[in-house]
């Protein structure tokens, strides 16, 4: 009789640690699963960086030759877009590689590159050359002052993670053709997610107590 006894009480720890153990087991999987994909999950910046390299590689002779050194996010003023600069090479028509920096808009909209210069020497002034012409290059030497004087002057940015944002770019291409990307959701729908990886370990958490007191 004792011996049933002993047998009875053991079966019955080893179900209760079986039970425990597969509640642990399945939480911690929902918990990776879901910290994965809040890991990957663009915010808002990146996902303005990504449609700003999707139009870069639109703007290249050769987009699979495009190399990214360095992308910047500048923060401005309540009246003005915040504004993107890349540090990038590719190839031009000659098949060499050109190092340039162009910007964008905070949506990914393409403002300018230091490498546009075929007109920047012509000054207005020139009569030699038509009127379209002259202003041409005096929209390109405005534009690169400014794109210089931002990347060499300016210490008000944030390097944004490159790889995060080229290994996720799938996550806004359908955002491409907008005039005005939905973007601006991006950062709630993050939190959203932590919320529910949140929700989860608790009700894990409770879960496995119950357990322990039965």
Not at 24 to 37: F, G, M, P
Request: charged share 30%; proline share 1%; net charge positive.
């Amino acid at each position: 009789m004792k011996n049933n006894k002993l047998k009875n009480i053991i079966e019955k720890f080893n179900n209760i640690n079986q039970k425990k153990k597969k509640i642990l087991i399945i939480i911690t999987i929902v918990e990776i699963i879901l910290l994965i994909i809040f890991c990957n999950l663009l915010t808002r910046k990146e996902a303005g960086v990504g449609l700003a390299i999707i139009h870069l590689k639109e703007q290249l002779k050769a987009p699979s030759s495009l190399q990214i050194h360095e992308i910047r996010y500048y923060k401005r003023d309540e009246n003005e877009l915040d504004t993107i600069l890349i540090d990038y090479s590719s190839e031009n028509s000659y098949g060499g590689m050109v190092r340039s920096i162009a910007r964008f808009t905070e949506y990914g909209l393409f403002q300018g590159d230091i490498s546009d210069n075929y007109y920047s020497d012509i000054e207005f002034s020139d009569y030699y050359y038509s009127k379209e012409e002259r202003k041409k290059g005096a929209q390109q030497r405005k534009t690169i002052a400014e794109i210089e004087l931002l990347w060499n002057y300016t210490d008000d940015y944030e390097i944004v993670n490159k790889n995060k944002v080229l290994r996720n770019l799938f996550q806004v291409q359908s955002e491409k053709e907008k005039i005005v990307p939905n973007i601006d959701l991006r950062d709630g729908f993050r939190y959203g997610v932590l919320f529910i990886i949140i929700v989860i370990l608790v009700i894990g958490i409770i879960a496995y107590k119950k357990e322990n007191k039965q």
